[in-house]
């Protein structure tokens, strides 16, 4: 019978030997989660006796990290902005990126119907249910295999919303006050070069946005505007280094506001309008 100690020893090693980054991390949260522990109480239980069986459910997961399976989907769930968001290889890992994006949309956000366009795991959507009850949320993707785990994530986390199947703003009816999207956005040559742990694991579908990577945000600034209603706002995350094209392609129209946000690294990576 081996320790909690000895098994993060162990399983480091085994990540390690296989060049994993941030093995001991990984291991930690693996071997947590598969107690039921946070990754504090492990040092605080260090030489606590694991069972054969309890050691013999991490293998597999084990061998999921060292093909450099993204620990997420590993895990099946991520912390997102308060939700607890079931994810797998349908959807996108959810990013703290996204979350700066949450914070600005509930600190910016006007009128009640919003759109989440290309929703994925329906994380923004549900977050801004969750935090703001009286906002109409409607959530859209091409994807079936996506809405479907949107919907568990919606009922997951006791919000209603609802769910579209569509074309980028094809499935909707109407017009709205606040529209989110979050659309691919890497061009087919970054796409070859991402980290395998992305490029090997995550949908391309909602990676890859076209030849240049700016194709989605072409089409928004063409088919937006009749889908708004008069001082509608607009939220979009974009590729860091995209912000000048994306102003660009909105330049003139009918925006009467225009305005790039940073993230935490200090790149451009939100694009905010208003009708």
Request: charged share 30%; proline share 5%; net charge negative.
């Amino acid at each position: 019978m081996k320790s909690i100690g000895e098994l993060i020893q162990l399983s480091t090693s085994f990540l390690e030997e296989r060049g994993i980054d941030r093995a001991k991390r990984l291991a930690e949260q693996l071997i947590a989660h598969k107690l039921g522990l946070k990754r504090l109480d492990l040092y605080l239980q260090f030489d606590k006796p694991i069972e054969e069986k309890e050691f013999a459910e991490l293998r597999e997961p084990l061998k999921r990290l060292s093909k450099s399976e993204p620990i997420e989907y590993i895990l099946g769930e991520v912390d997102f902005f308060g939700c607890k968001i079931e994810i797998d290889n349908r959807v996108l890992i959810p990013r703290p990126e996204t979350e700066i994006l949450v914070e600005h949309i509930l600190k910016r956000v006007k009128g009640p119907v919003v759109w989440d366009v290309c929703t994925g795991s329906g994380c923004i959507g549900i977050a801004l249910k969750k935090a703001r009850p009286e906002l109409q949320m409607s959530v859209s993707d091409l994807s079936a295999d996506a809405l479907t785990l949107a919907a568990k994530n919606a009922l997951e986390n006791k919000v209603d919303v609802e769910l579209v199947q569509g074309d980028l703003l094809s499935p909707f009816r109407g017009k709205a006050d606040v529209v989110i999207c979050n659309p691919p956005y890497i061009s087919t040559s970054e796409y070859l070069n991402l980290q395998p742990s992305v490029r090997n694991f995550e949908p391309k579908m909602a990676l890859v946005g076209g030849e240049s990577g700016i194709e989605f945000y072409e089409r928004l600034a063409r088919e937006l505007p009749p889908f708004l209603n008069d001082g509608a706002q607009v939220f979009l995350e974009i590729g860091c280094a995209q912000g000048p094209r994306i102003q660009e392609i909105f330049k003139g129209g009918s925006w009467r506001l225009m305005h790039l946000e940073k993230d935490w690294a200090g790149h451009d990576r939100f694009f905010f309008l208003e009708k």
